[in-house]
């Protein structure tokens, strides 16, 4: 197997993600010019909206080669409201680089972003940027790691200067120092000894490096122990070894803006983040069997594959982003949808350099390509072969919170917009439709204003569509106090045959956050497996359905607990129309209750404007949680129901001139209080 990195690039928005993949293009020789977000020529932001507003959207996947080594990288949005686009990229990852900013440090979305990746336990390294910025510290930054993030940061190079003063870094592993002052394209690298005025903190720096890898090694420990030189290729293997083990996270300083530190970092993807043979065997699922297995990533193994993402192209069809655990994958080749139990045909497979891509013949294990042309795949979907069927964990996304009505400008524009909602509802599995069924409007969902905003803007623009859109709405949830048995009773002639089915169901309020469950407490001797099917799938689309306003019902346990069964007239129909009804007419009875999503905020404000901010976000309902102060901003964390932070965006920017950020992510459902 040839050696890969799969790594992913994630920070908080506005940290230097897409200017530092630019600079990681430029010097791996992808790209012959360097694009600036700024100037909207990013070659990773390659949406026209990506670069209207600056920020990256989807992730764009690319490839590119350093000392001969394959490295894929996705580079995910910083914004929290493209999560899916983060939670995809993160589930096909082996390694990620983590972007805090010299000067804010570890950001509301670096956090939110980091704990992604420790729940698909990805071993990551970290890069310091904007070093030359005004207020940068690097050591508050590392200090910043130990708290937010609970990490092991271990400094492998600490800048020369700062702010205005940056002019390069000072490798600890090595002791010596790196300037690219000859070259203002950053491309040629010159070395020089440690200036004696900072060769007393290098060598501090350097022993806490020996003092964190003894911790781990015998043999760093005895050398040092016994007054010898330690071996650079021993620190390096103990660096990588523990890295991947997820104990230090290595951590890197540069501006990447002028283009300063990048070839470290380039160094540091290869020798500290794993290859796909680093990491353990796989989990999956037999379809057949139900059993669980350990998947080797071999690449003479039974094909295997996850579709982590799909892109629609106007030419192209669907692009299906897949990731290959096991076997290899063939251009011309049929390929078998386990999910879907489906044959797909792999057209044309693509290597991915941002929008541009070229052909491949065949990807194996370990690497990440694009086939084009498949009809049924979805994101999350496992493909592999007839004989070995097998799933692999599916990625997992919220649910979203946020709708607005859209309707076409005419009526003959209907069947054009319901099949551009589908496509993107198949792009972005946190964007969802549905209608209404008393008013016959399309609903859409998704995970914030501006997310919807972004895919509103896709259907005006990208496919020229003209149509009306209502104001935001908050996407409620139902839930129910207290527990309550009923018996439903379902009698109906059809065609002249009797229908009959009686079941008795059980349902409880479960703690918030637990989701639903459904447990057949019934032996299966009772009736054929059919039926309980039927009664499953009732209970399923009473969920989704709600109980009184029609939302999504939500933290609800529910118990079949008997059944009357005649082989003479019961029907599969007759079961799941009782569970249905036994459902909402139970729920009806143990006191419903309206749940609103309440959000978790942060705002970054300068010092001058925290009285103003708080006030006005009390006013809106928030709670404040924290203030936090650092040297030129206050960083506030509160908490408020999603319906009160409508038009904040523009509120906090009348605020503070213009200066202000913030954040929000969705953070629970609470009882909405009435009146409110």
């Known amino acids: 197997m040839k050696e890969i990195r799969n790594i992913g690039i994630m920070a908080h928005i506005d940290a230097g993600k897409t200017t530092t993949t630019e600079r990681i293009l430029y010097y791996t020789g992808k ?31 690319t490839t590119c ?76 930054v590392l200090d910043d790691m130990k708290q937010k993030l609970k990490s092991n940061p271990l400094a492998l190079y600490l800048p020369i200067g700062i702010e205005s003063e940056f002019e390069g870094v000072i490798d600890l592993l ?41 911790a781990h090694s015998d043999e760093v420990t005895e050398l040092f122990l016994e007054g010898e030189d330690i071996p650079l290729d021993l620190l390096q293997k103990v660096i990588r070894t523990e890295t991947i083990n997820q104990n230090i996270i290595p951590v890197f300083c540069g501006a990447s803006v002028k283009n300063i530190g990048i070839q470290p970092l380039l160094d540091g993807i290869l020798d500290y983040l794993p290859t796909p043979m680093d990491l353990p065997p796989i989990h999956g699922h037999h379809a057949k069997t139900d059993e669980d297995l350990i998947i080797a990533r071999e690449e003479d193994g039974h094909p295997l594959a996850l579709v982590f993402k799909i892109q629609t192209d106007r030419e192209a069809g669907a692009l299906n982003f897949i990731r290959v655990y096991s076997g290899t994958v063939k251009k011309g080749s049929v390929i078998f949808n386990i999910n879907k139990r489906k044959r797909e045909r792999v057209h044309r ?70 099949k551009i909602l589908e496509t993107l509802s198949i792009e972005d599995p946190t964007f969802t439709v549905k209608e209404n069924e008393e008013t016959g409007q399309l609903i859409i969902s998704g995970m914030g204003e501006l997310h919807l905003d972004v ?16 104001k935001p709405q908050v996407t409620y949830r139902e839930s129910i106090k207290k527990t ?18 009686s079941i008795t169901l059980t349902v409880a309020p479960l703690s918030r956050g637990t989701g639903n469950q459904y447990i057949n407490d019934v032996p299966k001797k009772r009736m054929p497996k ?84 708080i006030s006005h976000l009390t006013s809106r309902g928030g709670i404040i949680h924290s203030l936090e102060s650092k040297l030129t901003i206050e960083h506030i964390r509160a908490e408020s129901p999603l319906v009160n932070m409508f038009g904040y965006t523009t509120s906090l920017r009348s605020l503070t001139q213009g200066r202000g950020t913030f954040a929000m992510e969705f953070s629970h459902f609470a009882q909405k209080e009435e009146g409110k």
């Open 31 to 61: 790209s012959h010019k360097i694009g600036e977000v700024d100037d909207g020529e990013a070659t990773m932001d390659w949406m026209e909206q990506e670069q209207d507003r600056g920020i990256t959207i989807t992730s764009a996947a």
């Open 65 to 140: 080669f350093w000392r001969d080594i394959q490295i894929n990288i996705i580079d995910t949005p910083g914004h929290v409201d493209f999560t899916a686009e983060v939670e995809r990229s993160l589930r096909v990852l082996d390694g990620a680089i983590g972007i805090f900013c010299a000067v804010g440090g570890v950001e509301p979305q670096s956090e939110t972003v980091w704990h992604q990746a420790d729940h698909y336990h990805i071993p990551r390294i970290a890069y310091v940027n904007k070093m030359d910025r005004l207020g940068a510290n690097f050591y508050d």
């Open 174 to 214: 090595r002791m010596r120092e790196i300037r690219w002052d000859r070259d203002p394209t950053g491309i040629e690298m010159d070395f020089f000894p440690i200036h004696p005025d900072r060769l007393p903190l290098a060598e501090k720096w350097h022993e806490k490096i020996i003092d964190q890898l003894s």
């Open 349 to 418: 497979l693509l290597r991915m350099h941002s929008n541009r891509h070229e052909s491949l013949d065949s990807i194996s294990a370990g690497d990440i390509a694009v086939i084009v042309g498949m009809k049924f795949s979805q994101t999350g979907d496992t493909l592999g072969s007839e004989g070995y069927q097998v799933f692999l964990e599916k990625p997992t996304f919220p649910e979203p919170v946020i709708s607005v009505a859209i309707e076409p400008k005419t009526l003959s524009d209907r069947d054009k917009l319901t």
């Open 455 to 470: 895919l509103v803007t896709r259907i005006l623009k990208d496919f020229k569509l003209a149509a009306n859109i209502g």
């Open 484 to 501: 309550v048995i009923h018996t439903e009773k379902f009698h109906r002639v059809i065609a002249g045959k009797d229908n009959t089915a």
């Open 530 to 613: 059919e039926f309980f099917s039927s009664i499953q799938r009732g209970i399923e689309g009473g969920f989704s359905s709600g109980i009184i306003f029609g939302y999504p019902a939500y933290d609800i346990g529910v118990t079949l607990t008997d059944v009357e069964y005649s082989e003479m007239t019961s029907t599969t129909f007759a079961f799941e129309a009782a569970a249905s009804m036994g459902f909402d007419n139970t729920c009806r009875k143990a006191e419903p209750v309206l749940l609103e999503p309440v959000m978790r905020i942060d705002v970054m404000i300068p010092n001058d404007f925290v009285g103003e901010v």
